[in-house]
């Protein structure tokens, strides 16, 4: 039982609340804040495994019919309606908890983030372009959330890169679905599109991601050759992603993350650095 549980809240998803860090390690002010900043991470985990309850909850059906997702506690019948109404309980006090002790703005944030997901869950998943958007939408608070607790509004150049960023992420996950597509999928959605229209999609939202990156750090580190520098890690981290997609099985990009060595040290050489310079 408590094996179910712990899966129902999915738990590998939980290092997407990371991104609630970004715009904090992004003014420089990580450090200054991080118990705030732990309890934004711990409040967005509570709220995206609310949205993960309900989500799973809606497609048990569908899920108990595809080869994977059949285990699912919901789909395989392990949880039933008393163990949700149980957990989405908890994750609800845990979030109120939360939200009290951080600033107002986070309030809202999170309340908007259960919107999205809910609306997501209920309904949108099933409008083409639509559901990526609001996948992506739910990226995006997740950064907002951050500049919510530390109370300073993020750069315009750091949230269309966050955006794209996770349109990108969100693409290359849909074409890895649609490659491996079978009877009895539980993502109607797929239906709608077609590999070359999500190429396309997947190649703006690189340009973008790349380009607003490059952009953001030019303005905020104008000074700074080391933080100019992070350009080129991050590049071969977006790139580096992109092949693996490409080659890879891109339909659970947690997993993918941690499946090359370089793309981890990439992306720590994006981070540390600018930490660094904030530091200065």
């Not at 969100?170 to 491996?180: C, G, W």
């Not at 539980?186 to 380009?211: D, H």
């Amino acid at each position: 039982m408590l094996t179910a549980v712990v899966k129902a809240l999915r738990p590998k998803q939980w290092i997407k609340n990371l991104l609630v860090l970004a715009a904090p390690a992004a003014a420089g002010v990580l450090t200054q804040n991080m118990p705030h900043l732990v309890l934004g991470v711990i409040g967005f985990v509570c709220a995206s495994s609310f949205g993960y309850l309900i989500n799973d909850w809606v497609d048990r059906q569908y899920d108990a019919k595809h080869p994977k997702k059949k285990t699912r506690p919901f789909a395989s019948k392990k949880l039933g309606v008393p163990h949700l109404i149980s957990l989405l309980a908890v994750l609800t006090a845990l979030i109120v908890y939360v939200c009290w002790l951080l600033p107002i703005h986070f309030t809202y944030v999170v309340c908007v983030y259960l919107a999205v997901t809910l609306s997501y869950s209920l309904y949108l998943k099933s409008l083409p372009v639509t559901e990526m958007v609001w996948l992506a939408l739910g990226f995006l608070l997740r950064a907002i959330a951050g500049s919510a607790i530390i109370q300073k509004s993020p750069t315009g150049w750091f949230l269309v890169a966050v955006f794209f960023g996770a349109i990108y992420v969100v693409t290359a996950k849909r074409i890895a679905e649609i490659r491996s597509e079978h009877e009895g999928s539980t993502r109607s959605v797929l239906r709608n599109y077609s590999l070359p229209f999500l190429n396309v999609v997947f190649t703006v939202s690189i340009a973008v991601t790349l380009l607003t990156y490059a952009l953001w750090v030019f303005a905020v580190h104008a000074n700074s050759a080391i933080a100019q520098l992070t350009i080129v890690p991050f590049s071969l981290s977006v790139l580096l992603y992109a092949y693996h997609a490409e080659t890879d099985d891109a339909e659970a990009p947690e997993d993918l993350l941690f499946k090359d060595p370089v793309l981890l040290l990439s992306i720590a050489f994006t981070v540390f650095p600018l930490l660094w310079v904030f530091k200065r």
